[in-house]
């Protein structure tokens, strides 16, 4: 039996112990096993390049910012006007 067999023969033997003994059930343990085996042996995946920014994007976005900035820095300093109120109008005379 290769090394591969005994571990995957040693976890259908948990996995009929967990479900209570069951009589029967050898096949689909078995194949519960080997999938839990196949699952431990894959290798994770390499982790994703992270994309870097160019000088030129980075500075641009930085321009951005700086004018978002500057313009909410304006508006905050800028003096609140109240607006005028507007007048009444008089009611026209009714013709007699």
Do not use: C, F
């Not at 040693?10 to 080997?34: C, K, N, Q, S």
């Not at 500057?70 to 009611?91: D, G, I, T, Y």
């Amino acid at each position: 039996m290769s090394d591969r067999d005994a571990r995957i023969s040693e976890l259908a033997y948990r996995i009929w112990e967990e479900e209570g003994r069951p009589e029967g059930r050898d096949g689909d343990h078995w194949i519960e096993a080997e999938r839990r085996y196949a699952a431990q042996e894959t290798p994770p995946a390499p982790p994703k390049k992270k994309k870097t920014m160019s000088n030129a994007q980075r500075a641009k976005i930085l321009k951005g910012l700086a004018a978002k900035r500057a313009a909410a820095e304006a508006a905050a300093s800028a003096p609140v006007v109240a607006p005028k109120p507007k007048k009444a109008k008089k009611p026209k005379a009714a013709k007699e």
